[in-house]
């Protein structure tokens, strides 16, 4: 049955025997590893730690080797690829890998180039041009068939960018509360190296951290809030990471905008509804822009659904990796399955964006 609960405390008593699959020992996690991931107490994301690997990728005049998480078996099916969002790891899938990889899919979970548990020690540039020829690199060398790319938050901008640039490796996309819209990274690109290394410093804070996670999740428990926040500043702890994060920076970021109406692979936004760090309406304008697109919206969650809401997240992926010609036309009308109060609100932009497409493809 697919299901799964996200916090290991919640899990009702009858279920318990099933979390202890999940349980990992110290002894089970790969020695490269930081040694702190023997505190985390959440049991699939030990679970998923000890599936990490490291595979040689030839990238530039090197071979990096690339931290990830390898399917157990092959499909028919198009390989899904998981990536993650700024400054994280693919430990932001615990809860949501299993599942896919329950439901028969031939599931991978990669980190970005300059984040997650890659050997970074002989740094490369850490840019976006860098992160978009590794990541091909490394479908290249492993995988070489049309994947279903699946990006949340900045990690939609590295799908995009993907997509656009390798429309052969790609058949379809999914985005999650993707982040877009923002201009690469402003101002920060510019600032002298001393403020930026202290930027960072500050990004791994315990108390920037929890903040964070405050805002991005619905009513978590302080408890759970912690030992979150532990997972997801585990990569942090590498003594290279805070140049891969300066030199991406000092790089300018991704500026993924103006590829949006370029983008030909189908594409499964999902959304959460009470996102309170990347506005709901900019999901609309990304459902407009975007020529082949359906749009989901996942009730009483906030930025990261395939964290906080697992099952649905893994649902809607299932149906979009399975669905046929003959159910498209009545996901794409799930659009207009918002509240009616939110779609008073937010009509306007619609149709406005629209009217500009509508005039775009005129001329």
Known sequence: MLTLTASPELVPTKRRAHVKLFTAQGSDFPSFLPKEVENIKDP?????????????VGFADRSIMSSCVKPLMQSERSPVILLHGFDSSCLEWRYTFPLLEEAGLETWAVDVLGWGFSD????????????RDHLYQLWKSYIRRPIILIGPSLGAAVAIDFAINHPEAVEKLVLIDASVYAEDTGNLAKLPRAIAYAGVYLLKSTPLRLYVNLIAFNSLPLNTSIDW??????????????????????????NVSAQIKKVKQKTLIIWGEDDQIISNKLAVRLHCELPDAVIR?????????????????AKLILDFVG????????????????????????????????QINHEQKKS
């Not at 730690?49 to 040689?56: G, K, M, N, Q, S």
């Not at 926040?229 to 991704?254: I, K, Q």
């Not at 919206?297 to 997240?313: A, T």
Request: with cysteine.
């Open 120 to 131: 970074l020690e002989r740094l490369p540039s850490c840019d976006v041009a860098s992160k």
């Open 44 to 56: 699939f994301a030990r679970k998923l730690a000890t599936r990490i690997e490291r595979l040689p």
């Open 229 to 254: 926040m532990n997972v997801g500043r585990l990569h942090c702890l590498y003594p290279w990471w805070e140049d891969a994060t300066v030199n991406f920076m000092n790089s300018g970021g991704y």
């Open 297 to 313: 919206q996942i009730p009483d969650c906030g930025h990261l659904p395939h964290v906080e809401k697992p099952n649905s997240v």
């Open 323 to 354: 669905e046929d010609s003959n159910k498209e036309a009545q996901s794409v009308s799930q659009f207009y399955r918002y509240p009616a109060e939110y779609l008073d609100f937010v009509s306007p932009s619609i149709n406005a964006l629209r």
